[in-house]
C-alpha cells in the first residue's frame, strides 16, 4: 500500500464474507456519554440570548451554536431521554465536541470556552490562549479576528460501536456539523474560515484534551472577512509502516495524518468534471434556486433523518433543486463560497431508482456544467438495498447519492491528511442535501455502512473511486 489511509480505508473495508464476522454485541453500559462533563470552569448560559432577537455579540454565537450543534429534539426512552441535535450522527453519537478560543473581544473575555450542548451554555477557563492557536495555525491570516471554534472529536463515543471504522463516521459527522456552521455563520453575520492544517499536538495540548481520548479535527476562524490562503495544508505520507492490527487503526491513522511542519499542498491542475462518455444519456440539471424565504434557520432546527421512505418517486424537479442546493452555493443568499477542504477531489455519483421524468440508472453529476451523465442502465432497488448492508432505507429511496474519491490522487496533495479532508467534506455536502431535502418535504438519510467495493462493481463506479458516503433521499412516511 502506498499510504496508511489506503491501508486503513481496505482493512475497514465491509465485505459480504466480513460483515457478519465483524458484527459485535454492543456492551451498552459500556457505552460513553456523548457530554463532555468538568468540574472546573465559570458557567455563561447562552439561553437567555437565544430568546432575543438582537444581533449583536452573545445573541449571534447562542443562535450561531444552537442552529450547529444544539438540541433539537427529545425522545424520551424508558432509562434515559436521547436528546438529538441540528447536525446529525451516525448512531447517534455525537463524538464532536466544539470548543471556542477567544483572544478577548466584546462579546468573549479571553480564554477557553467548551459548549455544553444539553444546558446551552459554555463552560469558560480564563487563559490568554489565543497566539498559541496562532502558533499552533501557523499564524494562519484568518486568525487576526478574536474568535475561533475548534472542533474536537471523542473518539470512543464512536469507536464503541464502530471499531475502527469510526474514523470514517466520525469525520462525516465533523462534515456535517461543519455543513451547519457555514449556513449558521451566514445567518449570524459571521465570516468563517475554516482551517484544516494546524500542529495536531500542541493545540490538543492547549485544549487540554487527553490525547488518547480526543482530538482536534478543525479550526474555524469567526470574523469579518475571509481571508486567501489555503484552507488545507499536508501531512507527510507514512511509509514502511508496520502492520497495524484491528482494533489499532483508527488510533494509528490519526496519529499519521498530524501535522509538524507547515506544508502546503502539491498544486493541483484545476477542477474539471469527470467521466464525460460520448454517446451516454445526459440530462441537464440546470434549474432556477431552491426558495428558502426565511426558513433556513427553521429547517435546520426541524432537520430529522428519515428512518422510513413510502417508495414512491421523487419529481426530476426535486432532485435538480437538491442538487441544485448542494454544489452552487454561489446561487444562493447564503455564503455563495463555502469553506470546504479541497471539493476538486470529490465526485458525486446518484443512483436513480424512482424520479419521474428520469430513466434510471447510475449517473455521474458534473457539477462545473449541471448535468447528469449515465454511467449504467438499471433500476438498481434491489442491488442498493443489498450495498446499504440491507437496510430499507436504500431499497425504498427514490436516489441515492455517493461521494467518493481517488485516494491516491488525495494523498498525493495533502498526505495522510487527506482521509480527514475528504470525509470532512463528503459531510459537509451532505449536510446541505440533508437541509435542501428537508426544506422540499423530501426525506433523507446518511449512510456511513455499505459494502465498500460492490458498491463500484455493481453500479458501474469506476474502481479508482473510494467510496466516502452515501445519502438516500425519498419520501418519508409521515
Ligand atoms: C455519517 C452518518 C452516517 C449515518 N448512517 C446511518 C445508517 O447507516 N443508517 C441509518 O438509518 N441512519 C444513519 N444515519 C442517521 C443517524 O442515525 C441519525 O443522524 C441519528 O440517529 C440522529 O438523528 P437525526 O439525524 O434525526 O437528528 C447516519 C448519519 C450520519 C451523519
Known amino acids: 500500500m502506498s499510504s496508511f489511509c489506503a491501508y486503513y480505508h481496505e482493512q475497514t473495508k465491509y465485505t459480504p464474507e466480513g460483515i457478519a464476522r465483524s458484527a459485535r454485541q454492543l456492551e451498552w453500559d459500556q457505552q460513553p456519554r456523548p457530554y463532555k462533563e468538568f468540574t472546573t470552569g465559570q458557567k455563561l448560559d447562552l439561553k437567555p440570548y437565544l430568546a432575543e432577537p438582537e444581533s449583536t455579540g452573545l445573541h449571534r454565537l447562542s443562535r450561531l451554536l444552537y442552529l450547529t ?51 446551552h451554555s459554555l463552560l469558560h477557563w480564563e487563559q490568554p490562549v489565543w497566539s498559541g492557536l496562532q502558533q499552533a495555525c501557523f499564524d494562519h491570516p484568518a486568525l487576526t479576528g478574536d474568535l475561533a471554534l475548534v472542533v474536537t472529536a471523542v473518539f470512543a463515543r464512536s469507536a464503541w460501536r464502530y471499531a475502527d471504522r469510526a474514523y470514517r463516521r466520525i469525520c462525516l459527522d465533523t462534515g456535517h456539523l461543519l455543513g451547519n456552521l457555514e449556513l449558521a455563520a451566514s445567518l449570524t453575520g459571521f465570516t468563517l474560515q475554516v482551517c484544516g492544517g494546524f500542529q495536531d499536538e500542541p493545540l490538543g495540548h492547549l485544549l487540554d484534551l487527553n490525547p488518547s481520548e480526543e482530538a482536534p479535527l478543525c479550526v474555524a476562524a469567526l470574523g469579518q472577512m475571509r481571508i486567501p490562503g489555503p484552507t488545507a495544508l499536508s501531512s507527510p505520507v507514512a511509509q514502511d509502516f508496520p502492520t497495524v492490527g484491528a482494533g489499532q487503526l483508527l488510533a494509528y ?30 440530462v441537464s440539471t440546470l434549474t432556477p434556486p431552491l426558495v428558502w424565504q426565511d426558513r433556513l434557520a427553521e429547517t435546520m432546527t426541524h432537520r430529522r ?140 438519510s446518511g449512510i456511513a455502512g455499505f459494502f465498500d467495493d460492490q458498491v463500484n462493481e455493481v453500479l458501474g463506479i469506476p474502481r479508482a473511486e473510494a467510496v466516502l458516503y452515501i445519502t438516500t433521499l425519498g419520501r418519508p412516511v409521515s
Open 305 to 444: 433523518s428519515t428512518r422510513q421512505y413510502t417508495g414512491e418517486d421523487l419529481t426530476l424537479t426535486e432532485l435538480k433543486q437538491l442538487l441544485h442546493f448542494t454544489y452552487q452555493p454561489q446561487d444562493y443568499p447564503f455564503d455563495p463560497d463555502p469553506d470546504y477542504f479541497d471539493l476538486t477531489l470529490l465526485e458525486t455519483f446518484v443512483a436513480v431508482m424512482g424520479v419521474m421524468g428520469l430513466e434510471e440508472g447510475c449517473y455521474y453529476y458534473a457539477p462545473a456544467v449541471q448535468e447528469l451523465r449515465q454511467v449504467r442502465f438499471k433500476n438498481f432497488r434491489a442491488e442498493v438495498h443489498y450495498l446499504c448492508l440491507g437496510q430499507d432505507l436504500g431499497r425504498d429511496a427514490g436516489a441515492v447519492v455517493f461521494h467518493t474519491a481517488d485516494l491516491t490522487a488525495a494523498v498525493a496533495r495533502y498526505g495522510e491528511r487527506a482521509y480527514r479532508y475528504l470525509h470532512l467534506d463528503a459531510g459537509h455536502l451532505g449536510q446541505r442535501l440533508n437541509l435542501g431535502a428537508v426544506r422540499l418535504g423530501l426525506g433523507v
Open 69 to 119: 450543534y444544539g438540541v433539537t429534539a427529545v425522545v424520551p426512552y424508558p432509562n434515559q431521554p436521547f436528546y438529538m441535535r441540528s447536525a446529525p450522527s451516525a448512531g447517534g453519537l455525537y463524538p464532536a465536541e466544539i470548543y471556542l478560543v477567544s483572544r478577548g473581544g466584546p462579546a468573549l473575555p479571553a480564554g477557553i470556552y467548551n459548549y455544553q450542548v444539553l444546558s
Open 253 to 282: 491513522l490519526h496519529r499519521a495524518s498530524q501535522i509538524t511542519v507547515r506544508t502546503p499542498p502539491t498544486p493541483a491542475a484545476p477542477r474539471q468534471d469527470k467521466y464525460n462518455f460520448p454517446f451516454c444519456l445526459k
